[in-house]
Structures are given as structure tokens and as C-alpha cells.
């Protein structure tokens, strides 16, 4: 079985800030997982992913996330908020090539001026 | 580049009626996915196809039936419509199933918006 668990369900953060958006995952083999962002009433869209190659994933949009083993976490990252980044972002965890996803429960980020 | 076409877009239907959706892939994709999130949920597998046979089945009810045709093009068939079945329809196309340790990724259509009423 695999799971993802995203710690937060809004995070907030101001225009030129940092953003951090927790999740941490639960799979019984070496997981494929992902990040996916969703604007209002759009459609879903990847981010980056982690496929057993290098930990830290480098994504669209100055995103980037780290696979820790020793924590289970996956964590999406940015230096500097954006107006534009505000959406729902999904943590996604498959088993590998050709099966399902899973989703997380999103987390909805906020960024202020 | 083409992308994954769902159609059509909107859909508003009554109580126990019928609706199609329909699911065109990436051109060579051959593996089909069908996903289901309702209002402020995230996304719920429902029915994946690879090569016109179903390979993976998860939380989709018996009132739904979907297939995979030969031009790799899907349907989905919802009968006996209920309210909440109210939600956006994801459809998502991969090249093939895993042969090597690299996923295949899955690159998602805009969506149905299915309202029921």
C-alpha cells in the first residue's frame, strides 16, 4: 500500500518569502513521487518528480523538492513566493511506470502582497 | 505538442440519467487513466486501460463501466446518475507500463466538469 500525507491544508506566506509545503510518504516498495499544482478550475499540472535518480528534484517555476529516505519526506520548496504560485498543490506517490497515483490531500497556498 | 483532449467540457445532467465522457490520449500514448475529484477533494483513481485491457481498478462504482478502443481513445459511461456524482472528471495518458526503472508519466487533460442536479 502507499500513502501520502501533506501536513498542511493552507499555508500563507508573503510575496518574496520562502515557501515550504510538507508531505511525507508511506509506500512498502521505492515509490515514484511527485508534486502537482492546481489553479482554480484548471487542470492538474507537474511540477517535478522523484524517481529514484538524484534526491534533489529540480521543477518548473523555480520549485525544487528533496526525497529523504531517513524521514520519509518529501518536501516542495521555493526561495521567493510568487502571486501567480497561489493554487493547491498535490504531494503524488505511484508504485512506478503504468500505475495509479495517489493523492495526497492538497495543501492551498496563499500568497499575499 | 498535442495534449490529452476530454470531452466535452461541461456536462449538466438530471438525477438517473446517463452521461459519456470521452478521453483522447496523447498521440502513441497507449495507457489510459480516469480520475475523479469532487468538490475541495483530491483526486481519486478510478480505471486505468493499457493496450484496450484494464489494468488497475480502483475506487469506481459498479454504475460506471469505461473501456479503451482501438484507436487507444476511452469512454467513460456513468448510468443512474447521482448527485454525487457532482465532480471534475480527470483523464490522463502514459506511454506504456514500466519496462525500465523510469516512470512513465502521465500527463493530465483539462477535465469534465460533470454537474448533476
Known amino acids: 500500500a502507499q500513502s501520502v500525507t501533506q501536513l498542511d491544508s493552507h499555508v500563507s506566506v508573503s510575496e518574496g518569502t520562502p515557501v515550504l509545503l510538507r508531505c511525507n510518504y508511506s509506500s512498502s516498495y521505492s515509490p515514484s513521487l511527485f508534486w502537482y499544482v492546481q489553479h482554480p478550475n484548471k487542470g492538474l499540472q507537474l511540477l517535478l518528480k522523484y524517481t529514484s535518480a538524484a534526491t534533489l528534484v529540480k521543477g518548473i517555476n523555480g520549485f525544487e523538492a528533496e526525497f529523504k529516505k531517513s524521514e520519509t519526506s518529501f518536501h516542495l520548496t521555493k526561495p521567493s513566493a510568487h502571486m501567480s504560485d497561489a493554487a493547491e498543490y498535490f504531494c503524488v506517490v505511484t508504485l512506478g511506470g503504468g500505475n495509479k497515483l495517489t493523492f495526497g490531500t492538497g495543501t492551498q497556498l496563499k500568497v499575499e502582497l | 505538442a498535442a495534449g490529452v483532449i476530454q470531452s466535452p467540457r461541461h456536462l449538466i445532467k438530471e438525477k438517473r440519467e446517463t452521461a459519456t465522457l470521452k478521453c483522447y490520449p496523447i498521440?502513441?500514448?497507449?495507457?489510459v487513466y480516469w480520475y475523479q475529484q469532487g468538490p475541495g477533494q483530491d483526486p481519486q483513481f478510478l480505471i486505468s486501460?493499457?493496450?484496450?485491457?484494464?489494468?488497475d481498478k480502483g475506487s469506481i462504482p459498479d454504475r460506471f463501466s469505461a473501456q479503451q478502443f482501438s484507436d487507444y481513445h476511452s469512454e467513460l459511461n456513468m448510468s443512474s446518475l447521482e448527485l454525487g456524482d457532482s465532480a471534475l472528471y480527470f483523464c490522463?495518458?502514459?506511454?506504456?507500463?514500466?519496462?525500465?526503472?523510469?516512470?512513465?508519466?502521465?500527463?493530465f487533460g483539462p477535465g469534465t466538469r460533470l454537474t448533476v442536479l
Open positions: 486501460f493499457y493496450e484496450k485491457m484494464q489494468s
Open positions: 490522463a495518458s502514459s506511454l506504456g507500463l514500466e519496462r525500465e526503472a523510469s516512470y512513465n508519466e502521465q500527463f
Open positions: 498521440p502513441r500514448h497507449d495507457t
